[in-house]
């Protein structure tokens, strides 16, 4: 089975320059992986455009073996890596389908990850949507983490959220007005020209959480939360 994983770093004000050129050079870094994304991030506070975060930078590789980038770990002050195993994945990547879901059911902490091409038609009509979304995602029980990602500043739109459990991730995906109301709207709309939508299992969480923005979900399942920090 290919190995998935979600890299993440934190790197200083004077590392944002070279963050960028290796952002420049990204094919290069991703050799020998069967499918692999250098991602920008945003603060997951609206998931817009006005929401970049410089200080942090993303790859999403899916390989043989485990992927390794000392370029970007020498610049970094924090560094994170998830090991993911897909469960569910709907849609194109580029015109690819980069994962290749299990179909198994999660027994713990999930990853949900979204990716979309927007129509520049339909941008800014996203947009305005997006708001009334984010903040029920910020105050969803059982959040672990959350943070926008995106190829480009403009028109690459996704998002990352880490959950306790698939139950908590299916209660705000189908419970919550707003988002469901998003999900409705979206085939009329056509807001996007390609998209993605992925749940994964999350197998280890290695490195600084807080580059994530780990947040406290509270005390409910403490042995899926002893699991993750071995």
Request: hydrophobic share 45%; proline share 7%; charged share 25%.
């Amino acid at each position: 089975m290919s190995l998935v994983a979600l890299h993440v770093w934190r790197v200083p004000r004077r590392a944002i320059g070279p963050a960028l050129l290796r952002m420049a050079f990204a094919r290069r870094h991703l050799r020998g992986v069967r499918f692999g994304r250098f991602l920008g991030t945003g603060t997951g506070i609206t998931f817009g455009p006005g929401d970049a975060d410089l200080s942090r930078w993303a790859a999403i590789t899916v390989s043989d073996s485990p992927v390794r980038f000392p370029a970007w770990d020498g610049i970094a002050i924090g560094q994170a890596r998830l090991d993911l195993t897909p469960l569910i994945s709907r849609g194109q990547w580029s015109g690819r389908e980069p994962f290749q879901p299990t179909g198994e059911k999660a027994d713990g902490t999930v990853l949900a990850l979204t990716r979309a091409r927007l129509r520049p038609s339909r941008a800014l009509r996203f947009w305005r949507a997006v708001p009334p979304v984010a903040r029920e995602v910020a105050a969803a029980p059982g959040l672990l983490a959350r943070f926008g990602i995106g190829e480009a500043p403009i028109g690459w739109q996704g998002t990352v959220s880490v959950w306790r459990s698939a139950a908590d991730l299916t209660a705000f995906a189908y419970r919550q007005p707003e988002h469901r109301a998003a999900i409705a709207r979206t085939p009329a709309d056509r807001w996007y020209a390609e998209e993605l939508f992925a749940r994964f299992a999350v197998r280890d969480i290695s490195g600084d959480r807080s580059v994530l923005g780990w947040q406290n979900a509270g005390p409910e399942h403490p042995a899926e939360e002893e699991r993750l920090n071995r």
